[in-house]
Every structure is written in structure tokens, then in C-alpha cells.
């Protein structure tokens, strides 16, 4: 069975960094992305950042960009999330996500990722 597995969440205070992981058991499939996503409390889900697993091809949510990294392990079928100069506005429970037709142009898109974490907290102090 396919599973994504999350780690890394918790209290942090703004201005703190943190570092999330998600790891993609028995992968079905060679070229494909992983992301993440994040939802806080009365808001939709909303993209944050994805990377091509095989191309390493990076996309960020414009409110992230400059502070948050995304890395891959491809041996390990590992993504980070390294969040720097966290925020309040930053706190969220973060999914993370992979697919096989994500494309450029539908990163942002929850559509198309096949498989979904159970969700890590991430909660930002003021």
C-alpha cells in the first residue's frame, strides 16, 4: 500500500525555522512530484511548494517565496520542507502530496496528486 508519511511539525516562534519531512512508501510510478499543501483553521486547503522528483523543478506559493526550500532525497522517495522567518500567518496543518501528472502549470492544483499525508501542525507563535 502507497502511504506518505510526515514528520518535523510543532510550536515554533515567528522569526523560528523548522524542518518538515515526508517520505513516499512503495512508489507505483518513476517520474512524479511531491508537495505540500496547508490548511489553517476556516481556510481552504492552499499550495505552498512542489519538486519534480525526477528533475528536481521547484515551484513556490508567491507568500513563501524566499523563505521557504524545498529539497528531495530521491533514494530515500524523501521531501523537505525547510521553513525559515516563520510568521503567525504561516500556521497551518501542512499536507504533503504526490502525483504523477502534476505539470507546471497545475502544481498549485490538489487534483492532481494521488496520495496525501496525514498532515503535520505547524503552529507559529507570535
Known amino acids: 500500500q502507497v502511504q506518505l508519511v510526515e514528520s518535523g511539525g510543532g510550536l515554533v516562534q515567528a522569526g523560528g525555522s523548522l524542518r518538515l519531512s515526508c517520505t513516499l512508501s512503495?512508489?507505483?510510478?518513476?517520474?512524479?512530484?511531491m508537495g505540500w499543501f496547508r490548511q489553517a483553521p476556516g481556510k481552504e486547503r492552499g499550495f505552498v511548494t512542489t519538486?519534480?522528483?525526477?528533475?528536481?523543478?521547484?515551484y513556490y506559493a508567491d507568500s513563501v517565496k524566499g523563505r521557504f526550500t524545498i529539497s528531495r532525497d530521491r533514494a530515500k522517495n524523501t521531501v523537505y520542507l525547510h521553513m525559515n522567518s516563520l510568521k503567525p500567518e504561516d500556521s497551518a496543518v501542512y499536507y504533503c502530496?504526490?502525483?504523477?501528472?502534476?505539470?507546471?502549470?497545475?502544481?498549485?492544483?490538489?487534483?492532481?496528486?494521488?496520495?496525501w499525508g496525514q498532515g503535520t501542525q505547524v503552529p507559529v507563535s507570535s
Open positions: 502530496g504526490g502525483g504523477d501528472r502534476v505539470t507546471p502549470s497545475t502544481v498549485a492544483s490538489g487534483d492532481e496528486y494521488y496520495y
Open positions: 512503495r512508489p507505483t510510478f518513476s517520474n512524479y512530484a
Open positions: 519538486i519534480s522528483m525526477s528533475f528536481g523543478s521547484a
